[in-house]
């Protein structure tokens, strides 16, 4: 079922006929005037909700020069002129997509569950990340420890017994909570590769490589990156979840990804916002880059100080690497251990392009042009979204071996001992923590 919206272009006149698919009561519209170029953007509403419409506004004459799609949980048709007959099929979104499997239904559910509570949810990573940064146990007890949260009992259920006795105790239940939080949206082949890293840093501990990694995560504390990346990672994973109802129909696409093609689209997600988000994550993964290049130096030579290209100090030579595209292109050896999630990760045209506001839409296709000095990178909306989700995810890897060589500092160097033991996570093949 669709309602049938109409909209005027306050400069130009052009007029818009909306069908949105009903969902929602209300969305984000973000699209371009194909004949004055304006940004029309704003929130809109199904309901009686005061609708704010940046360079349009609602008309009642039927009369229409374009149509646009709009739906809070699958892709659309891409705008197109009201005579336009490769648009045809008037079935709505969810038609065009959804079809009955258990398991996808199930993981389609997970997303709209996290959607439609997203408000009480979007903060907590932030929240407890701070409350163990500043040592405010006692709260952060009360926290970790509320009955109505469903992914509190979420980590109940894999951590047993679920107590809080110690700092690593404390670490090790705000990242399972964490965990819980994000773990929709990951693909099955990240769990699957995390599980398998956690295995090779533990072979690391345990190996002749010992002495080494001891090593490195007593420099890693003293720099005080454990701290660093907690803390950025939750101020990433905060903007990330700003614009998670926007990206739903992406996630969707994932699970159902029938009909995905050119003519396909997405009127909930704004390109200028989702550019920052990538810059976000770039720039992250470019700051703590060298927790991968001293797990690859460990483990494939054996020697934190052993480069591929022969031994340096450690810190010394990566801080000659001066621009953070470099130590992420130049640092990360494609074939080593760790490498695999971040190479090709960051694209530096793209980076660049939105550095210097060099970067445009097309409004009909949704074809964004990214321009850095002579270089040229071309990608649709949907794509460029898909590429924003896949440096997100590498910035999460980097963040779960952080994680993994923090609580081996506290257990190996500092002596802390966790009360917890963990059972199999319900309904998973593989256990993360």
């Avoid at 949260?149 to 259920?157: D, F, S």
């Avoid at 071996?401 to 802390?416: A, D, M, N, W």
Wanted: hydrophobic residues 35%; proline residues 3%; contains cysteine.
């Amino acid at each position: 079922m669709v309602i049938n919206k109409f909209l005027a272009c306050n400069i130009c006149d052009t007029r818009y006929r909306v069908r949105w698919e009903v969902g929602r009561n209300d969305a984000t519209l973000y699209f371009k005037c194909p004949c004055c170029g304006v940004s029309i953007r704003g929130n809109s509403s199904q309901g009686d909700e005061p609708e704010t419409i940046v360079n349009a506004h609602p008309v009642n004459e039927k009369r229409y020069d374009y149509i646009l799609e709009l739906s809070t949980d699958f892709l659309v048709n891409k705008m197109h002129k009201a005579n336009d007959e490769r648009f045809d099929d008037l079935r709505t979104p969810f038609l065009r997509t959804f079809f009955f499997d258990e398991e996808k239904i199930k993981l389609f559910s997970n997303i709209m569950y996290f959607a439609n509570n997203l408000e009480k949810y979007k903060n907590e990573i932030d929240v407890v990340t701070s409350l163990f940064q500043h040592r405010s146990y006692a709260h952060l007890r009360k926290k970790m420890t509320e009955e109505d949260n469903p992914y509190i009992n979420l980590c109940k259920k894999r951590i047993d017994p679920y107590v809080f006795k110690s700092n690593i105790d404390f670490l090790m239940g705000v990242h399972q909570y964490s965990v819980s939080l994000i773990e929709n949206i990951l693909t099955e082949k990240y769990v699957i590769q995390v599980s398998k890293y956690i295995k090779d840093i533990v072979a690391c501990f345990l190996g002749k490589e010992s002495d080494e990694i001891r090593k490195f995560v007593l420099l890693l504390a003293d720099q005080k990156v454990f701290d660093e990346v907690d803390k950025k990672y939750s101020t990433l994973v905060n903007n990330f979840f700003e614009q998670y109802r926007a990206l739903v129909p992406i996630f969707v696409s994932r699970i159902f990804p029938k009909n995905v093609d050119e003519t396909q689209g997405i009127t909930t997600l704004d390109s200028e916002i989702l550019l920052n988000l990538y810059k976000k994550c770039y720039e992250f993964i470019g700051e703590f880059v060298i927790v991968v290049i001293g797990l690859n130096n460990i483990a494939t030579r054996s020697k934190l100080d052993a480069f591929k290209d022969g031994e340096h100090d450690f810190l010394n030579h990566i801080s000659s690497i001066w621009s953070k595209y470099n130590k992420v292109t130049q640092g990360i050896v494609p074939e080593e251990l760790f490498s695999e999630p971040f190479i090709n990760c960051v694209d530096n045209v793209i980076r660049n392009s939105e550095a210097h506001f060099n970067y445009e839409m097309d409004p009909m296709t949704q074809m964004i042009t990214f321009k850095d000095k002579n270089k040229t990178k071309k990608l649709y909306l949907v794509d460029f979204a898909k590429d924003t989700l896949n440096i997100f995810y590498s910035a999460t890897v980097l963040w779960e071996l952080s994680y993994q060589l923090h609580k081996k500092y506290r257990i190996i160097c500092l002596g802390e001992r966790p009360a917890f033991g963990h059972k199999m996570a319900e309904g998973r093949k593989y256990k993360w923590n």
